[in-house]
């Protein structure tokens, strides 16, 4: 029972100095260092959580953007296309977390109008499936009608906008693809081409893909690069593609290559994640900073009370309850600099 009312005692206490303080020489200049110290932590706690908050809103909104074109993981086969593997195509069926699958065909090629040219990554799809796998696809409605004009042997292509732009063609116009490596002839190796006409054009707000992708159908753009057939997968947890594509490169083997989104960008995530560790230790300084001033004030808080300490000890208190009187003082300084903090940064 004593114990129990030496505790309301300290909170009694420590309330008070907290909320008034004593109105004696030399408080003012207390209160106004513990209402700066307040002030810094609180702002520290601000800058904390605003900062934090739109660096986590401008990764978000960069990684949906990239991941609207970019599938979650992709599997190609070294040798020979996916799509011949029978129990290639049954471990991926069984793997956990798997949504949906695409076939796709990739290669780097120029894509030609008239004296202009630029350098593409073409892609051949199958309409059908893409939607499944690529959200910037998906969300658009009126490019579905153009994608289904990618069909074998059509030789149609969808353009990213800032592509379309930079060669300054629209739909129905035609351009030519051309793959480097052609077929030896007498003259040497002559390089592959192809006119497409374009029929449609995507904007999925990332630059990189809509200034360097070009849609085409599979079976085109296999004609044109000669490459193998992979899969595009999309996971039910997109955090989950790094352990998801380790998963299935052991249960593959060495003749299949699986590469998530994490590793297809990973110079730009990698530096978010710098920055991101440290703007927190930089900004943890500055609340540490305020903390250490908030600290000072309650040293000189003590120095101030002396005589009420004495006063204390005299009628009983311990040094112990004397310490809980003074943190409970600071903790209500803390406390309402962290309220008022994350109050500015929400």
Same mark, same amino acid.
């Given at each position: 029972?004593? %114990?129990?009312?030496f505790q ?5 206490? /420590?309330?008070r100095?907290?909320?008034? +303080? %004593?109105r004696?020489? +030399? ?6 260092? !513990? ?7 609180a702002?520290?706690?601000? @800058? ?8 986590? /809103? ?12 970019? !599938? ?27 949504? @949906? !699958?695409?076939?796709?065909?990739a ?15 073409? %892609? ?60 030896p $002839?007498?003259?040497?190796? @002559? ?13 999925? +707000? ?18 044109? $690069?000669? !490459?193998?057939? /992979? ?17 299935l ?9 699986? %590469? ?9 995530? @990698? ?12 900004? $943890? ?13 309650l040293?000189?808080?003590? $120095? ?10 005299t009628?009983?208190?311990s ?27 929400c």
């Open positions: 029972m004593r %114990r129990q009312a309301s005692f300290e909170w009694l206490i /420590g309330w100095y907290a909320r008034v +303080g %004593r004696g020489r +030399g408080n003012g200049f207390i209160s106004f260092i !513990s209402g700066v110290s307040m002030l810094g932590i702002l520290g706690v601000a @800058a904390l959580i605003i900062v934090l908050s739109v660096m986590n /809103g401008f990764q978000k909104d960069v990684r949906d953007r990239m991941l609207s074109v970019v !599938s979650h993981i992709e599997i190609y086969a070294l040798q020979g296309d996916l799509l011949d593997d029978a129990l290639a195509l049954q471990t991926l069926k069984t793997t956990p977390g798997v949504q @949906a !699958s695409a076939p796709f065909v290669a780097q090629a120029l894509i030609a109008r008239g004296d202009v040219m630029r350098g593409v990554l073409v %892609r051949g799809i199958d309409p059908d499936q893409e939607t499944k796998v690529a959200d910037a696809l998906a969300n658009q409605s009126d490019l579905a009608a153009n994608l289904e004009q990618l069909q074998a042997g059509s030789y149609h292509t969808v353009l990213g906008a800032d592509l379309a732009r930079g060669l300054g063609v629209g739909v129905g116009d035609s351009v030519t693809l051309i793959v480097p490596s052609g077929q $002839t007498l003259a040497g190796i @002559a390089p592959r081409l192809r006119q497409f006409t374009v029929v449609g054009l995507f904007n999925s +707000g990332h630059f990189e893909y809509d200034s360097q992708l070009a849609l085409t159908s599979l079976q085109d753009a296999q004609r044109l $690069t000669r !490459s193998a057939v /992979g899969l595009r997968l999309k996971l039910n947890d997109l955090h989950q593609a790094p352990q998801v594509a380790a998963q490169q052991n249960s593959l083997g060495n003749n299949f290559v699986v %590469r998530d989104w994490t590793q297809q960008n990973r110079t730009w995530f @990698a530096a978010v994640q710098l920055e991101k560790r440290m703007m927190f230790i930089i900004l $943890t300084l500055i609340i540490a900073v305020a903390a250490f001033n908030l600290v000072s004030t040293v000189m808080s003590v $120095t101030d009370k002396a005589a009420d300490i004495a006063i204390l000890r009628l009983g208190a040094p112990r309850s004397i310490m809980g009187i003074f943190m409970v003082q600071g903790a209500w300084w803390a406390s309402s600099a962290r309220y008022w903090g994350c109050y500015l940064g």
